[in-house]
């Protein structure tokens, strides 16, 4: 399964750690997400499949009490939307945001701001990232559709990021291996 591919360098890195992190593991990251969005190709996607894997979602969260909120959405067209016991209205905000990144770069909003550090520093640190309507921070994934594209967004919001992109992660390889989509 995907999201049980391992992180090949000593220390995974941390996105949401302050302190300073070896460029190997930020790199050995990047790669490792590369990897998950090249597997991840669904062969179909449509309004059923985003209610299936929403509920997908949905239960993942709930059998592990997560306080999160899911989201997946066609550009700004809400497909599924639920906010489960313990989220908050920030959480929505940050589904707003974090979608909107991968919807601009087709990229999991993990990855986005994975990038904007290579070689130091944070995308937000660019004048031109609009932090109200974008952000760089995990738990946004695309759904790429093979020869079509990227067709919808995945979000998840209410866990440290690296866990919101795992979650979706989680539910896209287990939606795949059940052979929907």
């Known amino acids: 399964m995907v999201h049980d591919a391992t992180v090949t360098s000593e220390q995974e890195f941390d996105p949401d750690s302050r302190e300073e992190q070896p460029e190997a593991a930020l790199h050995s ?28 979602l949905v239960e993942l969260a709930t059998r592990r009490d997560l306080p999160v909120a899911i989201d997946i959405r066609r550009n700004e067209h809400v497909l599924f939307h ?19 990144t991968t919807e601009r770069y087709a990229e999991p909003s993990l990855l986005v701001g994975l990038k904007g550090r290579l070689g130091g520093g944070r995308l937000e640190d660019n004048g031109w990232f609009d932090e ?4 760089s921070q995990g738990g946004a994934f695309p759904i790429f559709v093979k020869g079509t594209g990227h067709v919808a967004t995945a979000t998840v ?20 291996n059940r052979g929907n989509g």
């Open 157 to 176: 919001s209410g866990l440290p990021q690296k866990a919101d992109h795992d979650l979706v992660v989680e539910a896209l390889t287990t939606f795949l």
């Open 29 to 56: 990251l990047i790669e490792h997400l590369e990897y998950e969005v090249s597997a991840l190709h669904l062969n179909g996607f449509n309004q059923a499949d985003a209610l299936a894997l929403g509920l997908l």
């Open 132 to 135: 109200v309507r974008y952000a």
């Open 82 to 100: 639920v906010s489960l016991p313990g989220a908050t209205p920030d959480n929505e905000l940050w589904v707003q945001r974090k979608s909107r």
